[in-house]
């Protein structure tokens, strides 16, 4: 059974920093290509980042490159996403999933992590 566990959301002020952290578990971690997604209300889910197997190849979304670093420890089964310089239009739900470019475990999604930048 495929479990995935997001966390450390909070509320931080415009310009802020954020770690948030994914525990997967139900499949072999280490053969997948990890993602994290993100929800903000009203609108649809959106692919922010995304990191492969060995964690060599990254890539992001244009409104968060520069800003988000996408990484992985196999050996926890979890993937983190460093936030820097948060703006108001990063306020989302944020959820990891397996693969790439679509996700691969759509009856899995964790509860997510609540991102709020606000001052």
């Known amino acids: 059974q495929v479990q995935l566990v997001e966390s450390g959301g909070g509320l931080v002020q415009p310009g802020g920093s954020l770690r948030l952290s994914c525990v997967a578990s139900g499949f072999t971690f280490s053969t997948y290509a990890m993602s994290w997604y993100r929800q903000a209300p009203g609108k649809a889910r959106e692919l922010v980042a995304a990191i492969f197997p060995t964690g060599g190849i990254t890539n992001y979304a244009d409104s968060v490159k520069g800003r988000f670093t996408i990484s992985r420890d196999n050996a926890k089964n979890t993937v983190y996403l460093q936030m820097a310089t948060l703006k108001p239009e990063d306020t989302a739900v944020y959820y990891c999933?397996?693969?790439?470019?679509?996700?691969?475990?759509?009856?899995?999604w964790g509860q997510g992590t609540q991102v709020t930048v606000s001052s």
């Open positions: 999933n397996a693969g790439a470019q679509v996700p691969r475990y759509t009856g899995s």
